[in-house]
């Protein structure tokens, strides 16, 4: 059973305009949730982050939106970049003595078209 | 450099052939992980280490093993590969500081045939 749910497979943005990728979890133990991107041949890094004590989260271009009412999440990327083409993971984790055990979705591909 | 480092990147064994993947990272870091990537059900978390000797079963821990003697190092280990094995593997460490995440490994593509 997913406990963090990525049901948009791929995503394609024209460049300049706003991306908006989506996320929605299930356990309610879940208190801080993140945000990766993937690049073919390399591995995840880390994008933003956001506490469930808040309910955005802003980095430049890059927006995180917590709704814990929906157990949903949003990543706003805008403008949106060539260079934003990846795949985004959602992640999350539950607070138990620590942060370690993180859940990831299984990811959106994003295009970005020029 | 921070970073984390996987070796080796690329591996083709055989059912029931012992290996370790070695995972080293130079950031101080207490936490390290192990995740597996397959298509349709992006990452999943293996084994965990909060530190030095202290490790615990993600999601998915059958068939593996890993040991913490160092803080620098989690090595994962199969003890007898099966092909549903086959998968890509990353590294992961961070420190306790949660805001900023894991820094993953490049990764290790393994086949098992």
């Known amino acids: 059973d997913q406990q963090v749910k990525q049901n948009s497979p791929s995503l394609s943005v024209q460049e300049g305009r706003i991306s908006i990728l989506n996320c929605d979890y299930t356990?309610?133990?879940?208190?801080?949730f993140l945000w990766y991107k993937k690049y073919p041949a390399e591995g995840p890094t880390f994008l933003i982050s956001?506490?469930?004590?808040?309910d955005k989260n802003e980095d430049g271009r890059f927006t995180v939106f917590l709704n814990k009412s929906a157990k949903h999440l949003s990543l706003h990327i805008v403008p949106s970049q060539p260079g934003d083409s990846a795949v985004y993971f959602c992640?999350?984790?539950?607070?138990?003595?620590?942060?370690?055990?993180?859940?990831f979705g299984i990811g959106t591909k994003l295009q970005v078209i020029p | 450099e921070a970073q984390v480092t996987q070796n080796p990147r690329y591996l083709i064994t055989v059912t029931g052939k012992k290996l370790t993947v070695t995972c080293s990272q130079n950031?101080?870091?207490?936490?390290m992980s192990w995740y597996r990537q397959d298509p349709g059900l992006g990452l999943r978390q293996i084994y965990y280490?909060?530190?030095?000797?202290?490790?615990d079963k993600g999601d998915v821990p059958e068939g593996y093993k890993v040991s913490r003697k160092e803080k620098r190092n989690f090595p994962l280990i199969l003890e007898s590969p099966s092909p549903n094995q086959t998968s890509l593997y990353f590294c992961?460490?961070?420190?306790?500081?949660?805001?900023?995440?894991?820094?993953f490994g490049s990764g290790t593509r393994l086949t098992v045939v």
């Open positions: 992961a460490s961070s420190a306790r500081d949660r805001n900023y995440g894991y820094t």
């Open positions: 356990n309610s133990m879940f208190d801080y």
């Open positions: 956001i506490s469930s004590i808040k």
């Open positions: 992640a999350a984790s539950p607070y138990s003595g620590g942060y370690q055990k993180v859940t």
């Open positions: 950031m101080n870091h207490e936490y």
């Open positions: 280490s909060m530190n030095v000797e202290v490790t």
